[in-house]
């Protein structure tokens, strides 16, 4: 049976703390609604009403351009062992770029990926959690280092440049804000 919470409790963010994967979905009022998953310990709880977590460069920036156009999100987590459960946090976020002044402290709260695009302020408005009978177990083997690999061999300019070409719309046209 669902439950829905105003804020999270201790046992939410332990929970949270033990995830490898996590999924954000976002949507403006017109075009695609994207979902994504996101991994590479990327998130941090802040406190019980606020989660920052860091954006790292993909093929799109579909994120950042939604919230550009309607600021709401979705973080979903599941677990994938043991006793299930999936965890909706439901809420408005924004984008800090490098130029912003927040970028210093939020690199402080979650350090050093190569390619970090933007992070996530994100505030939640309520929290569900349901049953995850259905979510099947999977075990965790590691983190994939394609993406760190590649954007060490770009290095921080050959990263911009890689947002310039295909980082500054969403597939939908709207501009993500990145540059």
């Known amino acids: 049976m669902a439950e829905f919470f105003s804020s999270l409790t201790e046992k939410h963010i332990q929970f949270i703390d033990q995830q490898q994967l996590f999924f954000v979905a976002t949507a403006a009022a017109d075009g695609q609604v994207n979902l994504s998953p996101k991994g590479m310990q990327s998130l941090k709880v802040v406190d019980a009403n606020n989660i920052v977590w860091l954006n790292l460069t993909g093929s799109g920036n579909e994120t950042a351009a939604h919230l550009r156009q309607k600021n709401r999100m979705t973080i979903m987590f599941c677990s994938y062992a043991k006793q299930p459960l999936i965890l909706r946090i439901y809420g408005s976020a924004q984008a800090v770029h490098p130029r ?11 350090p050093g990926h190569s390619g970090a695009r933007q992070f996530f302020e994100f505030q939640i408005d309520s929290v569900q959690t349901s049953c995850g009978y259905a979510v099947p177990y999977y075990d965790f083997v590691g983190e994939r280092e394609t993406l760190t690999n590649w954007a060490d061999k ?22 993500s804000g990145i540059l």
């Open 100 to 110: 912003d002044p927040q970028w210093q402290s939020y690199s402080r709260l979650i």
């Open 154 to 175: 770009k290095g921080p300019e050959g990263v911009k440049s890689y947002w310039q070409e295909n980082n500054q719309q969403s597939i939908d046209g709207f501009d």
